[in-house]
């Protein structure tokens, strides 16, 4: 451990004894009001991007709170090979402005620019921007034909192309992506499917678009995942497990699963009995998993001495969204299509009677394997569960504390908290 690592570490120790003297304990970690209380702390943060500020303060924050809770916490440190650390951007049109945002991965050379001109609609386009609109097809990453439709676009040799994902909630939106992926070969612009019409106007009129994206590219970048331990020596282990990056401030998509990570650890000296437990929370998601991997490749229990991995995925107690004027509100409504009970055949029964009363659908053994429960499963370990999904403004910069709340967290924690209690005195 380097001398950073460990002075982070006695940091969140005399941190958290410095809570435990001076702060008096949830009467229930399990309580609505108190996951709530995480979620808008979360939310506080700002923007929780792989690398960014706001990625850093969230799990400092989480740190802490596990060692309060007991546990003894490190941080695993890795880095992910690219990062592209994106400050702004804008579509002007004859004096009307809008935010856009490059989808990733954008060339280097390309990190920052500003370009004009004018949107040709077919044939050639050398210097010219270019148009592709792609439905909205509820998923987290690109697939082959969106990037055939691309790729009929590069064709055209644009000086950039202008995406409209046509997402419901007309905002922008964007797909998670790996390490792996090729820059493209031109920028690609993320427009807001409310403001194709100024585009269609520009388009048609022939007038010049003026784009200017500020950014950055970073190598090597330096992450980690911050770990929890209770070892008791039974040999018997449940891991925990939560994302915490995301593209945007993604506070629906994120931090329901980090308030119920979080109230299990604090309910876990107590009631996870019999058991040791490993709670880890990792970085990198929407840029390539990069942490969960790191986490299975060298930190994780072997699947052989553990008895369940319960994991908090995307958007697990979030509502339905409806705009007035300017502002999302919540309408107190869940459409539970887009969310998904996962567990392994291993704990259909226990889940299904743990999870009776949360609506969603309901997935088991391959088909459970979704997010990075599909790494889990591909590592081997044959005893799982846990919910993922998405909202109505997931993956959109829109997404707030506003999309959750007490009532809607309350029994779908509650529901983890049974099925780990059930486990962990199993015999």
């Known amino acids: 451990m380097n001398a950073g690592a460990l002075r982070r570490l006695i940091g969140f120790n005399m941190v958290a004894a410095m809570f435990a003297a001076s702060t008096p304990a949830a009467a ?100 010219r921007f270019v148009r592709v609109a792609l439905p909205f097809d509820r998923t987290a990453y690109l697939n082959k034909a969106h990037r055939a439709a691309l790729d009929e676009a590069f064709a055209r040799h644009p000086a950039a192309v202008l995406l409209t994902i046509d997402h419901p909630s007309g905002e922008i939106y964007t797909y998670n992506v790996d390490q792996e992926g090729k820059p493209w070969p031109v920028p690609v612009i993320l427009v807001a499917a409310h403001d194709k019409p100024l585009l269609e106007q520009a388009e048609q009129a022939g007038k010049p678009v003026t784009v200017t994206i500020k950014g950055r590219y970073r190598h090597d970048v330096a992450g980690r995942n911050v770990i929890g331990q209770l070892d008791r020596g039974k040999g018997r282990t449940i891991v925990v497990s939560t994302p915490v990056t995301s593209w945007f401030t993604s506070t629906c998509e994120r931090a329901p699963g980090i308030a119920g990570f979080l109230a299990i650890a604090r309910i876990a000296a107590e009631r996870l009995v019999d058991t040791d ?93 979704v997010g990075e429960l599909r790494d889990v499963h591909a590592a081997g370990y044959p005893s799982f569960f846990g919910m993922a999904g998405l909202h109505g403004l997931f993956h959109t910069p829109a997404d707030s504390a506003a999309g959750t709340g007490p009532d809607i967290l309350e029994p779908v924690v509650r529901a ?10 199993a015999r």
Request: hydrophobic residues 40%; glycine residues 10%.
């Open 28 to 127: 229930d970690p399990l309580d609505g009001k108190a996951l709530y209380d995480d979620v808008r702390r979360y939310d506080s943060f700002g923007p929780h991007r792989y690398g960014s500020p706001g990625a850093a303060q969230a799990f400092d924050w989480i740190a802490v709170e596990l060692a309060r809770a007991g546990l003894a916490v490190s941080s695993q440190n890795f880095t992910m090979g690219r990062q592209y650390d994106f400050e702004s951007g804008s579509l002007s049109v004859d004096g009307q402005t809008v935010q856009v945002v490059p989808h990733w991965w954008i060339a280097e050379a390309s990190a920052s620019f500003t370009l004009s001109a004018p949107i040709v609609a077919s044939g050639g386009a050398g210097g």
């Open 416 to 425: 983890f908290a049974e099925t780990l209690i059930e486990v962990s005195q």
């Open 277 to 369: 437990l490993v709670f880890v929370a990792t970085a990198g998601h929407e840029i390539g998993h990069g942490g969960m991997e790191y986490f299975l490749h060298s930190a994780a229990p072997p699947p052989a001495k553990t008895v369940a991995w319960a994991h908090f995925g995307a958007s697990l107690a979030c509502y339905e969204w409806r705009r007035e004027g300017s502002r999302w509100t919540a309408d107190k409504t869940i459409d539970t299509r887009l969310r998904s009970i996962l567990r392994s055949q291993s704990m259909d029964s226990g889940v299904s009677r743990h999870f009776a009363g949360i609506a969603g659908n309901n997935l088991v053994a391959e088909k459970a394997a």
